[in-house]
Structures are given as structure tokens and as C-alpha cells.
């Protein structure tokens, strides 16, 4: 006598959306701290931007922190990778750094599309970012000065999900 079992595993918008929430632990957190993103709808937009990317596969990285202007070099980076069917773990949000060198800078956000997104028809790609929350516009990712990153967080469900690092530059 043979058992087999065989499991498969979807991810939904649902999944997404509860990986989106544990980003949105990590705004209000930022928020606490820093008082950005503004408000709590901004980072409602926030979540429900990179629960739509995930679901469908169209996200690569998103960026939330603080730059400097004349520079273009990040403070404070929260950076979110997506990550798909691979093992991830499901971790707590929270533990940001309390003392970033970000007094008076803008809140910034950046976000990278995915292959799959980017090999899209061009009608396709302005039809979804259109129906997304977040209306965004084009420009240069803030760079990385001299600095710290911490690796290795990772929010997940069902094998999708992001790993997180965050990018702590020195005072000058």
C-alpha cells in the first residue's frame, strides 16, 4: 500500500496582503520614530501598492526612507525584495534603527518593477500602475553612502513573500 499526498500551494491577494500589512508594521514603526510617511492613509497606499505588485508578480524591490537632496544618498533605507518560492521565514515586523541621522530630510519611496512586469505590452503596464494607489513618477534610485546595512528579515506566505535589509548611514 502506497500514500501519496500532494500539496500545492497558491499565493492570493490575501497573502499578499498580509505580507503587505507586516511593510505597513514597519511605516507606522518609521512613523513613530521619524514622523513620516505622513500619514496613516499613505501607508495604507503603501501596503495595498506592494500587495498588488506581489500578487501578481510584478514587484522586484521597493524602498521606503529618508534621502538627502543634494545628494541623492539614502539616510535611512527600508528596502523589500520579493522573494518567490523559495523558503522564507515568516518574521515579527518592527526592531528599526531608533537614532538614523534624518533630521530635516525629505520621506522618500522607490520602487523597482519586476522582468515579468517590465516584459509587458506598454498599454498592459499603464492600464495597472493606473488602478495602483500610489501614483508614481520616474527618477534615480538614491544611492548607498558610507554606512551599515543590516540583512536577513524576511515577511512571508506560501512561499512569496520580501527580505527586508535596512541601510543606516554614518553621521557626517
Same mark, same amino acid.
Given at each position: 500500500?502506497?500514500?501519496?499526498?500532494?500539496?500545492?500551494?497558491?499565493?492570493?491577494?490575501?497573502?499578499?496582503?498580509?505580507?503587505?500589512?507586516?511593510?505597513?508594521?514597519?511605516?507606522?514603526?518609521?512613523?513613530?520614530?521619524?514622523?513620516?510617511?505622513?500619514?496613516?492613509?499613505?501607508?495604507?497606499?503603501?501596503?495595498?501598492?506592494?500587495?498588488?505588485?506581489?500578487?501578481?508578480?510584478?514587484?522586484?524591490?521597493?524602498?521606503?526612507?529618508?534621502?538627502?537632496?543634494?545628494?541623492?544618498?539614502?539616510?535611512?533605507?527600508?528596502?523589500?525584495? *520579493? &522573494?518567490?518560492? %523559495? #523558503?522564507?521565514?515568516?518574521?515579527?515586523?518592527?526592531?528599526?534603527? $531608533?537614532?538614523?541621522? !534624518?533630521?530635516?530630510?525629505?520621506?522618500?519611496?522607490?520602487?523597482?518593477?519586476?522582468?515579468k512586469f517590465n516584459s509587458l505590452p506598454q498599454a498592459k503596464r499603464t492600464a495597472f500602475k493606473k488602478a495602483l494607489p500610489v501614483d508614481r513618477t520616474?527618477?534615480?534610485?538614491?544611492?548607498?553612502?558610507?554606512? *551599515? &546595512?543590516?540583512? %536577513? #528579515?524576511?515577511?512571508?506566505?506560501?512561499?512569496?513573500?520580501?527580505? $527586508?535589509?535596512?541601510? !543606516?548611514?554614518?553621521?557626517?
Amino acid at each position: 500500500m502506497t500514500l501519496s499526498i500532494t500539496r500545492s500551494a497558491s499565493f492570493t491577494l490575501t497573502d499578499a496582503r498580509y505580507v503587505g500589512a507586516k511593510i505597513g508594521a514597519d511605516l507606522r514603526q518609521l512613523r513613530a520614530l521619524y514622523g513620516e510617511p505622513e500619514s496613516a492613509t499613505e501607508i495604507t497606499d503603501y501596503v495595498e501598492e506592494v500587495a498588488q505588485l506581489l500578487n501578481h508578480g510584478y514587484l522586484d524591490s521597493v524602498s521606503y526612507g529618508f534621502r538627502d537632496p543634494d545628494t541623492n544618498l539614502w539616510k535611512l533605507r527600508l528596502r523589500y525584495r *520579493a &522573494t518567490l518560492g %523559495g #523558503h522564507l521565514l515568516d518574521e515579527g515586523p518592527g526592531r528599526l534603527p $531608533r537614532t538614523a541621522p !534624518v533630521t530635516g530630510l525629505p520621506f522618500c519611496s522607490f520602487l523597482n518593477y519586476s522582468t515579468k512586469f517590465n516584459s509587458l505590452p506598454q498599454a498592459k503596464r499603464t492600464a495597472f500602475k493606473k488602478a495602483l494607489p500610489v501614483d508614481r513618477t520616474t527618477g534615480t534610485e538614491p544611492a548607498t553612502g558610507t554606512g *551599515a &546595512t543590516t540583512p %536577513g #528579515h524576511s515577511y512571508g506566505q506560501n512561499g512569496t513573500g520580501v527580505t $527586508r535589509d535596512v541601510f !543606516v548611514a554614518l553621521d557626517d
